[in-house]
Protein backbone atom coordinates (compact mmCIF):
# COMPACT_ATOMS: atom_id res chain seq x y z
CA UNK A 1 0.00 0.00 0.00
CA UNK A 2 1.24 3.24 -1.21
CA UNK A 3 2.23 5.89 1.92
CA UNK A 4 0.98 9.67 2.01
CA UNK A 5 2.38 11.24 -0.90
CA UNK A 6 3.45 14.81 -0.49
CA UNK A 7 3.93 16.85 -4.11
CA UNK A 8 6.38 18.76 -4.61
CA UNK A 9 8.97 18.24 -1.59
CA UNK A 10 10.95 21.25 -2.21
CA UNK A 11 9.14 25.01 -3.42
CA UNK A 12 10.35 28.03 -3.24
CA UNK A 13 8.35 31.37 -3.62
CA UNK A 14 8.57 35.12 -3.51
CA UNK A 15 6.68 37.64 -1.05
CA UNK A 16 3.32 38.25 -2.13
CA UNK A 17 3.07 35.09 -4.24
CA UNK A 18 0.86 31.94 -3.53
CA UNK A 19 1.48 28.78 -3.58
CA UNK A 20 -0.46 25.11 -3.54
CA UNK A 21 0.90 21.96 -1.82
CA UNK A 22 -0.82 18.38 -2.63
CA UNK A 23 -1.07 15.59 -0.73
CA UNK A 24 -2.63 11.62 -1.57
CA UNK A 25 -3.63 9.95 1.52
CA UNK A 26 -3.02 6.43 1.73
CA UNK A 27 -5.94 4.70 -0.59
CA UNK A 28 -9.30 4.27 2.09
CA UNK A 29 -8.07 7.29 4.14
CA UNK A 30 -11.17 9.59 4.42
CA UNK A 31 -9.10 12.20 7.30
CA UNK A 32 -6.62 14.71 5.99
CA UNK A 33 -4.93 16.56 8.31
CA UNK A 34 -1.95 19.51 7.78
CA UNK A 35 0.79 20.70 10.24
CA UNK A 36 3.02 23.31 9.80
CA UNK A 37 6.84 22.76 11.37
CA UNK A 38 9.24 25.74 12.51
CA UNK A 39 12.50 25.90 13.76
CA UNK A 40 10.35 28.63 16.35
CA UNK A 41 6.99 27.51 16.60
CA UNK A 42 7.33 23.67 16.28
CA UNK A 43 5.09 21.43 14.56
CA UNK A 44 1.37 23.49 14.66
CA UNK A 45 -2.15 22.01 13.16
CA UNK A 46 -3.56 24.12 10.12
CA UNK A 47 -6.70 22.14 9.44
CA UNK A 48 -8.87 18.67 8.96
CA UNK A 49 -10.87 17.39 6.04
CA UNK A 50 -12.96 14.49 6.27
CA UNK A 51 -15.06 13.93 3.19
CA UNK A 52 -14.74 17.05 1.67
CA UNK A 53 -15.32 18.90 5.16
CA UNK A 54 -12.94 20.95 7.11
CA UNK A 55 -13.81 19.64 10.33
CA UNK A 56 -11.62 21.52 12.25
CA UNK A 57 -9.34 24.54 11.96
CA UNK A 58 -6.15 25.91 13.32
CA UNK A 59 -4.84 29.51 14.52
CA UNK A 60 -3.93 30.65 11.27
CA UNK A 61 -4.81 33.47 9.02
CA UNK A 62 -7.28 33.42 6.43
CA UNK A 63 -4.43 33.51 4.04
CA UNK A 64 -4.41 29.72 4.65
CA UNK A 65 -6.72 27.51 3.18
CA UNK A 66 -7.19 24.29 2.03
CA UNK A 67 -9.90 21.69 0.61
CA UNK A 68 -10.36 18.13 -0.27
CA UNK A 69 -11.49 16.20 -3.13
CA UNK A 70 -14.13 13.60 -3.45
CA UNK A 71 -10.84 10.94 -4.07
CA UNK A 72 -9.61 12.38 -0.80
CA UNK A 73 -7.12 14.19 -1.74
CA UNK A 74 -6.26 17.60 -0.58
CA UNK A 75 -4.65 20.77 -1.56
CA UNK A 76 -3.62 23.59 1.24
CA UNK A 77 -3.21 27.13 -0.50
CA UNK A 78 -1.33 30.34 1.04
CA UNK A 79 -1.95 33.37 -0.51
CA UNK A 80 -0.03 36.33 0.04
CA UNK A 81 2.86 34.69 1.03
CA UNK A 82 5.25 36.33 3.48
CA UNK A 83 8.94 35.51 4.72
CA UNK A 84 7.41 33.84 8.19
CA UNK A 85 5.57 31.43 6.13
CA UNK A 86 8.71 29.55 5.08
CA UNK A 87 8.41 26.17 6.96
CA UNK A 88 8.38 22.14 6.38
CA UNK A 89 4.36 21.68 5.77
CA UNK A 90 3.57 18.08 6.80
CA UNK A 91 -0.03 16.09 5.59
CA UNK A 92 -1.65 13.16 8.09
CA UNK A 93 -4.21 11.29 7.12
CA UNK A 94 -6.19 8.63 8.26
CA UNK A 95 -9.31 6.53 8.17
CA UNK A 96 -11.82 8.76 9.92
CA UNK A 97 -10.05 10.75 11.70
CA UNK A 98 -11.18 9.77 15.27
CA UNK A 99 -8.59 11.10 18.26
CA UNK A 100 -7.62 7.53 19.33
CA UNK A 101 -6.42 6.89 15.38
CA UNK A 102 -2.69 6.58 14.39
CA UNK A 103 -1.65 9.61 12.02
CA UNK A 104 0.24 8.61 8.62
CA UNK A 105 2.96 11.11 7.81
CA UNK A 106 4.29 12.13 4.48
CA UNK A 107 7.71 13.49 4.01
CA UNK A 108 6.22 17.13 3.83
CA UNK A 109 6.79 20.07 1.45
CA UNK A 110 9.46 22.29 2.86
CA UNK A 111 8.35 25.83 1.69
CA UNK A 112 11.06 28.70 1.49
CA UNK A 113 9.47 32.05 1.16
CA UNK A 114 12.37 34.66 -0.10
CA UNK B 1 -5.92 25.89 25.95
CA UNK B 2 -4.66 22.33 25.90
CA UNK B 3 -0.43 22.43 25.85
CA UNK B 4 2.23 20.19 25.77
CA UNK B 5 5.78 20.62 27.17
CA UNK B 6 9.01 19.12 26.32
CA UNK B 7 11.65 20.76 28.59
CA UNK B 8 14.37 18.48 27.08
CA UNK B 9 15.55 19.97 24.28
CA UNK B 10 18.27 17.07 23.68
CA UNK B 11 18.90 14.15 25.27
CA UNK B 12 21.78 11.15 24.46
CA UNK B 13 22.18 7.88 25.40
CA UNK B 14 24.69 4.60 24.82
CA UNK B 15 23.58 2.10 22.62
CA UNK B 16 22.31 -0.40 24.67
CA UNK B 17 20.83 1.25 27.51
CA UNK B 18 17.58 2.62 28.54
CA UNK B 19 16.21 6.65 28.31
CA UNK B 20 13.61 8.50 29.21
CA UNK B 21 12.11 11.53 27.35
CA UNK B 22 9.41 13.47 29.56
CA UNK B 23 6.32 15.63 28.69
CA UNK B 24 3.74 17.22 30.34
CA UNK B 25 0.21 18.70 29.11
CA UNK B 26 -2.04 20.79 30.33
CA UNK B 27 -5.84 20.20 29.64
CA UNK B 28 -9.58 20.45 31.43
CA UNK B 29 -10.57 17.95 29.34
CA UNK B 30 -11.32 13.99 30.74
CA UNK B 31 -11.23 12.33 27.02
CA UNK B 32 -8.47 12.75 25.32
CA UNK B 33 -5.37 10.52 23.42
CA UNK B 34 -1.35 10.62 24.35
CA UNK B 35 1.35 9.97 21.32
CA UNK B 36 4.75 9.39 20.94
CA UNK B 37 5.71 10.39 17.53
CA UNK B 38 9.35 10.06 15.93
CA UNK B 39 10.91 12.13 13.22
CA UNK B 40 13.87 10.73 11.39
CA UNK B 41 16.29 12.95 9.43
CA UNK B 42 13.67 11.76 6.36
CA UNK B 43 11.30 14.06 8.23
CA UNK B 44 8.35 11.61 8.01
CA UNK B 45 6.59 11.63 11.29
CA UNK B 46 6.33 8.07 12.57
CA UNK B 47 4.01 6.94 15.30
CA UNK B 48 5.85 5.27 18.27
CA UNK B 49 2.90 4.70 21.07
CA UNK B 50 0.20 5.76 22.46
CA UNK B 51 -2.16 5.37 25.40
CA UNK B 52 -5.59 6.70 26.04
CA UNK B 53 -6.71 9.07 29.17
CA UNK B 54 -9.17 6.64 30.30
CA UNK B 55 -6.62 3.56 30.90
CA UNK B 56 -4.43 3.60 33.99
CA UNK B 57 -2.82 0.56 32.27
CA UNK B 58 0.96 1.95 30.89
CA UNK B 59 0.65 1.84 26.70
CA UNK B 60 3.86 -0.66 25.90
CA UNK B 61 5.25 -1.20 22.43
CA UNK B 62 8.05 -4.05 22.13
CA UNK B 63 10.93 -1.57 23.77
CA UNK B 64 9.14 1.46 24.33
CA UNK B 65 6.73 2.66 27.25
CA UNK B 66 5.30 5.32 28.69
CA UNK B 67 4.78 6.39 32.19
CA UNK B 68 1.32 7.67 32.19
CA UNK B 69 0.33 10.14 35.52
CA UNK B 70 -2.89 11.45 34.48
CA UNK B 71 -3.06 13.52 37.88
CA UNK B 72 0.36 15.28 37.00
CA UNK B 73 -0.38 15.60 33.50
CA UNK B 74 2.58 13.72 32.96
CA UNK B 75 3.26 11.12 29.92
CA UNK B 76 7.07 10.11 29.61
CA UNK B 77 8.76 7.40 27.15
CA UNK B 78 10.88 5.12 27.72
CA UNK B 79 13.11 3.56 25.51
CA UNK B 80 14.99 0.25 26.47
CA UNK B 81 17.75 -1.41 24.62
CA UNK B 82 18.41 1.66 22.52
CA UNK B 83 19.39 1.29 18.90
CA UNK B 84 21.34 3.34 16.72
CA UNK B 85 18.32 3.68 14.74
CA UNK B 86 16.23 4.95 17.57
CA UNK B 87 18.26 8.49 17.02
CA UNK B 88 15.38 10.90 15.60
CA UNK B 89 13.37 14.20 16.85
CA UNK B 90 10.53 12.59 19.46
CA UNK B 91 7.43 14.16 19.63
CA UNK B 92 5.31 14.23 22.48
CA UNK B 93 1.70 15.20 21.16
CA UNK B 94 -2.32 15.60 22.96
CA UNK B 95 -5.06 14.95 21.04
CA UNK B 96 -8.69 15.96 21.73
CA UNK B 97 -10.69 17.84 18.83
CA UNK B 98 -6.94 18.72 17.01
CA UNK B 99 -3.46 17.26 17.51
CA UNK B 100 -1.32 19.17 19.44
CA UNK B 101 2.41 18.46 19.64
CA UNK B 102 5.65 19.65 22.14
CA UNK B 103 8.75 21.12 21.36
CA UNK B 104 10.31 17.93 20.53
CA UNK B 105 13.54 16.40 21.99
CA UNK B 106 16.23 15.66 19.87
CA UNK B 107 17.85 11.96 20.75
CA UNK B 108 21.11 11.02 20.18
CA UNK B 109 22.41 7.24 20.46
CA UNK B 110 25.90 6.61 20.74
CA UNK B 111 27.42 3.64 19.83
Known amino acids: KAGVTQTPRYLIKTRGQQVTLSCSPI?????VSWYQQTPGQGLQFLFEYFSETQRNKGNFPGRFSGRQFSNSRSEMNVSTLELGDSALYLC?????????????FGSGTQLSVL | AQTVTQSQPEMSVQEAETVTLSCTYDTSESDYYLFWYKQPPSRQMILVIRQEAYKQQNATENRFSVNFQKAAKSFSLKISDSQLGDAAMYFC????????FGAGTRLTVKP
Open chain 2, 93 to 100: AYRSNDMR
Open chain 1, 92 to 104: ASSLSGTRDEKLF
Open chain 1, 27 to 31: SGHRS
